[in-house]
């Protein structure tokens, strides 16, 4: 045992580990000793990074590319970035206003630290992405939770906003699709959400790191095509973990105004220097080639998306949005609550997924780690033959609570 003379600072005492890892790490244990895992808990595409893009950061290592780059990325890649949402999207961003990190969520958090700081208030529309509410304390700042409601399809309104806005306000973070609901804010929604920032000052932080997984005729609104003067207020994060099925390469990127991009820089530039040069290369080819890979994971996922939500529908007291975006469904178990397995009572959403996983082998995510304890999340991005026996045992687990 430590003597524990040493001890982690006291930020640390805000801070909990991902709570997706954890309920993924769990689950693999459980895989590795021999049980019969679905896991419904990974918040990535089941596919294998296209051949061009391993091919690039094969050649990379083959011709040396092993060195320290420049910190906010190499040029080419920057300009690629540019060059491809303004052919897709029609934006006009420089390479001096770009960002590479060492994943979306690095970028996040060097956003955090060079926009925000102690007495400053972060508005996190919830059901939230995990790391937002962490990223904003470890910046010293507050998240302020903004509960978004079911029956309103997890849409943001005017109505919400103002009634948490307060003279500390500074920003707000945007995620649509979103991680865990799949919700596609409104144009109404982000209409508001401009106003507000433009009238206040605020930053709006537009997290995109799904916008290639969108399951309607239109593509998703976006706050820049809504209302374009929310520009110099604006970062816009993304990267290709999503749609190149890139999670472990850890490259993501952040679009805005050329000085805050030269703030994080220099927090870059004082923490993790620059994103793997390897990655960097294989990104590149991501960007500048063939944009079918998307397409293909897209139309892949829809036919699971519907056999899914059809299955969850079906069950007795379980309501389910249908997810507009990414590939996750998050449907309001709160019926159960209360209920009992063995003399075991189900209290909520984290005893609710502890509960499938140890009866039903099957790993989900607890709302509560979104903070919304009603829900559980569970990952469609699984083969549909797992999807049709994970909703087999859910449907036989809930049976069995009494
Ligand atoms: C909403 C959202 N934003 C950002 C990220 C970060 O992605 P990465 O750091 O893997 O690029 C994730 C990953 O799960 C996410 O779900």
């Known amino acids: 045992m430590d003597s524990q003379v040493i001890k982690p600072a006291s930020r640390m005492q805000q801070i909990k580990p991902s709570p997706t890892l954890a309920v993924n790490a769990k689950a693999k244990a459980m895989k590795a ?78 956003m955090a630290q060079a926009l925000f700081g102690p007495g400053d208030e972060v508005l996190i529309p919830t059901p939230y992405w995990v790391s937002y509410p962490p990223i904003i304390l470890l910046a010293g700042a507050t998240p302020v939770l903004v509960d978004l409601p079911e029956e309103n399809r997890f849409d943001l309104s005017a109505d919400i906003l103002k009634s948490h806005i307060t003279d500390k306000t500074r920003g707000i973070i945007l995620n649509s699709p979103s991680n865990p609901t799949g919700a596609v804010f409104s144009k109404n929604a982000l209409a508001a959400v401009a106003d507000m920032a433009l009238k206040n000052g605020l930053v709006v932080i537009s997290d995109d790191i799904y916008d290639t997984i969108v399951y309607t005729d239109e593509p998703a609104p976006h706050i820049l095509n809504v209302e374009p003067r929310i520009k110099e ?61 998307p ?32 590939f996750y469904v998050f449907p309001n178990m709160s019926a159960y609550f209360g209920k009992s397995f063995k003399g075991n009572k189900i209290n909520g959403s984290v005893d609710m997924s502890a509960y499938l996983l140890e009866e039903s082998f099957m790993a989900t995510v607890p709302g509560a780690a979104f903070g919304s304890d009603e829900f559980v999340r569970f990952s469609f991005a699984a083969s549909m033959e797992s999807i049709k026996e994970g909703m087999k045992r859910l449907k036989e687990a809930l049976a069995k609570l009494n």
């Open 233 to 293: 207020q604006l970062l816009i994060l993304n990267g290709v973990s999503k749609s190149f099925a890139m999670t472990g390469w850890r490259i993501g990127y952040t679009l805005g105004p050329q000085h805050i991009i030269a703030a994080m820089n220099k927090i870059q530039s004082q923490s993790t220097s620059n994103a793997s040069s390897i990655a960097q290369k294989a990104a590149l080819a991501a960007v500048t080639g063939s944009q079918e890979f």
């Open 295 to 326: 397409l293909k994971m897209k139309k892949s996922f829809l036919p699971r998306r519907d056999f899914i939500i059809s299955e969850l529908r079906g069950i007795e007291n379980i309501s389910c949005v249908v997810p507009d975006g990414a």
């Open 33 to 110: 000793a021999g049980a019969d895992i679905l896991n419904f808990s990974v918040g990535e595409p089941d596919f294998d990074t296209p051949a061009h893009v391993c091919e690039a950061g094969k050649a990379a290592i083959d011709e040396g590319f092993t060195r320290y780059t420049a910190v906010p990325g190499i040029p080419e890649l920057r300009e690629a970035i540019a060059m491809r949402f303004k052919e897709d999207k029609g934006w006009d961003y420089s390479a001096e206003q770009i960002q590479v990190s060492c994943g979306g969520k690095h970028g996040l958090y060097n």
